[in-house]
């Protein structure tokens, strides 16, 4: 399901979207999320994150800019990296959670028809290790006590076997969205093409 939702969300965004990538973080820590343009061509630009995909703007907007200051943060935890002077627009999540699993859009603003840049990023959040041995102690406290040397190898194991499936996934993930890039680009250029055409054609024809 989450590899449906990654690759279902890119190819509605597919006309404008630059990037596909994917982080992998631990419960508590700060992670980062990857956003840059090019400031030398466009200058500073106007940014927004948001947790889904969109055509025209962020949806569900965590922070947002106009030029170089911030006008708009969702909660605290959200914070973009030093360089946006220098074209850098990297989310930082500080203290992630469970729940700040799933996919991240960074929505680059740059003015004209059709020329907005979206950077999708998915998010996958993992349990620490120790948070999984807590857990198995808790479920069975008294072979815990018994055999403590024995089981904390038993409960090590566990969490690698756990790491060991989740990196699984990922390769699974990388894999259908290149399969995906390969089927679905191709006929999203077409259809970008076809559109910028009925466009001029109505622009002659209102001329005439």
Not at 133 to 143: A, D, E, H, Y
Not at 201 to 206: E, S, V
Request: glycine share 8%; hydrophobic share 40%; aromatic share 8%.
């Amino acid at each position: 399901m989450v590899v449906f939702l990654f690759i279902i969300t890119s190819i509605l965004g597919g006309d404008c979207s630059e990037s596909s990538k994917l982080v992998v973080g631990q419960v508590g820590d700060a992670v980062t999320l990857p956003c840059i343009y090019d400031i030398d061509t466009h200058g500073i630009l106007d940014i927004c994150w948001g947790r889904h995909q969109s055509l025209f703007t962020c949806e569900n907007t965590l922070i947002s800019t106009e030029g170089s200051q911030v006008t708009y943060r969702q909660s605290r935890r959200f914070g973009l990296a030093s360089g946006l002077n220098q074209g850098d627009v990297s989310l930082t999540i500080k203290g992630a959670q469970l729940e700040d699993d799933g996919l991240y859009v960074c929505r680059i603003q740059i003015p004209g028809l059709f020329n907005d840049v979206s950077h999708n990023v998915y998010l996958l959040i993992r349990n620490r290790p120790d948070v999984l041995r807590r857990g198995v102690t808790k479920l069975f406290p008294t072979i815990a006590k018994q055999e403590k040397q024995e089981d904390t190898e038993v409960y090590v194991g566990k969490a690698v076997a756990v790491v060991h499936k989740e990196e699984t996934i990922e390769t699974f993930v990388v894999n259908t969205i290149r399969l995906g890039a390969i089927v679905f680009i191709p006929g999203l250029i077409i259809a970008l093409l076809f559109r910028l055409w009925r466009y001029r054609k109505q622009q002659q024809q209102q001329g005439n």
